[in-house]
């Protein structure tokens, strides 16, 4: 996790900034991308004076999860730049999940060698709709076909450290190389483990703040708005 502070990024800027890390993803709620920048996206609470979301916000945020779990595409990392910032609450916490799995049981990082969980985008994004209906425009057919479910190892080597480390999905729809029911429970033991207090980094944001964080090896949650 890479903090950076003191910035004043306008759209095109923080383009150009993404483009030389790599292929910036584009955002797949669309609405919410700048037209003009779509690989930067705005997420966050603010609404038009009707109502009208300006910004992606889920609700149900704070959970621990790693972005892209559900893509074809693991996504390296995430660029999260604050505009703006509530007076209270609304932090995000941190945590490796190298570290978790350097700290496991020997015994567990044996039952976890060779297991994959299959992953569903649309599994995730269908709940937000129904908790929320405004949250976002529903995908079309054609938007949900090209994003089908997707096989991930839980135990990822790291291309660039070469480290091991915990890649989870809080909603997997299967396992492979264990039971369901055992994978479920197993999964919850380990975002237990990964996310003890002591191992968490709890940022709060100032605007101007950019933080990086590297999606291979750790897990994030957004916190309530006081």
Known sequence: VLLFRGHNFKPG?????????GR?????????????FPVVSTVGNIEAEDGTPLAFFNRNGEA?????????????ATFLYAV??????????????????ETLPEMLKQKLDGVRMLCSFHTHNDKIIARDPKSHAALTLEER?????VW?????????????????????????????????????????????????????W??????????LSSLHSATDIG
């Open 13 to 21: 800027d923080y383009a150009r900034l993404l483009h030389r890390f």
């Open 152 to 204: 991930h190892d839980i135990v990822q080597v790291h291309p660039v450290t070469g480290r091991k480390s915990l890649y989870m999905n809080r909603q997997p729809i299967g396992f492979e190389g264990i039971e369901d029911e055992e994978g479920n429970a197993i999964l919850q033991q380990l975002y237990k483990h990964a996310t003890q207090p002591h191992l968490v980094y709890r940022h709060r």
């Open 84 to 101: 703006e910032a509530p007076k209270h609450g609304g932090d995000t916490m941190y945590c490796s999940t190298a570290h978790a799995y």
């Open 24 to 36: 910036p993803k584009v955002e797949t709620r669309k609405q919410f991308n700048i037209h003009d």
């Open 145 to 149: 076909a090209a994003l089908p479910d």
């Open 64 to 76: 621990w999860h790693t972005d892209g779990t559900a893509a074809c595409h693991t996504n390296a």
């Open 206 to 215: 100032t605007p101007g703040d950019l933080i990086v964080w590297d999606n």
